[in-house]
């Protein structure tokens, strides 16, 4: 089965620093998805970034950008200039395939807070 | 992307009763997804509803305890019956159509149960 796994609950940087979030996951698959998703007080949940396995390349998007390493299966967010406005829970996310449709397996989350 | 519109966005409920969180999609989706989020926890999946079949249901959670239905292609509810403070939770849905696009989700329903 698959897993993820956040091994930091909390985690905190200053604003305009950059910080790293990190994701590990587990996986027999060759072809998947892994995604961030980060969760502000508001409760909705907002896809970040998303990384295709297939694709070697890092995916980037704007201030954010990911660390993919398909053989340690590491999955890492990093985070440039941090705003306040970046202070919320961060979800490292894994694409399952299965016979009744595509399904999302969570990792436990960080939160991250921004300090002005 | 897809948009979803879900209600009621918070409730609080006696226990013993039962509650109907709906979601309305912009547009088709096949599958909708409908998670449960404890507080300060991560996302469990509850089911997947698929529009003209049953729903199927994750380890843990069963269909007399979360009815859904799944009338059409855009709509979807989410019943959360004979309740107890153990369901107060966020309850979220969500569709997609597989990595390309991403999941997008509801806005959430705080659900709390006294």
């Known amino acids: 089965a698959q897993t993820v796994t956040q091994s930091q609950p909390e985690m905190s940087v200053q604003e305009a620093e950059t910080v790293t979030l990190s994701c590990t996951y587990d996986t027999s698959e060759n072809n998947y998805y892994l995604f961030w998703y980060k969760q502000p007080p508001s409760r909705q949940m907002i896809l970040v970034i998303r990384?295709?396995?297939?694709?070697?390349q890092n995916a980037t998007e704007n201030r954010f950008s990911v660390n993919f390493q398909k053989a340690a299966k590491s999955f890492s967010l990093k985070i440039s200039d941090s705003q306040l406005g970046d202070t919320a829970m961060y979800f490292c996310?894994?694409?399952?395939?299965?016979?009744?449709?595509?399904?999302?397996?969570f990792g436990a989350g960080t939160i991250l807070r921004v300090k002005s | 992307s897809a948009v979803i519109s879900q209600k009621p966005s918070r409730d609080i409920c006696q226990r013993g009763t039962s509650l109907t969180i709906q979601c309305q999609v912009d547009s088709q989706v096949t599958m909708m997804f409908w998670y449960r989020q404890q507080p300060g926890q991560s996302l469990t999946l509850i089911a997947t509803a698929n529009q003209g079949s049953e729903a199927t249901y994750e380890s843990g959670f069963v269909i007399d305890k979360f009815p859904i239905s799944r009338p059409n292609l855009t709509f979807s509810t989410l019943t959360v019956s004979n309740m107890s403070p153990e369901d107060s939770s966020i309850y979220l849905c969500?569709?997609?159509?597989?990595?390309?696009?991403?999941?997008?989700f509801g806005s959430g329903t705080r659900l709390t149960v006294v």
């Open positions: 990384q295709e396995a297939y694709k070697q």
């Open positions: 969500s569709v997609g159509t597989g990595g390309k696009n991403g999941y997008t």
């Open positions: 996310a894994f694409m399952k395939q299965s016979r009744y449709g595509n399904k999302l397996v």
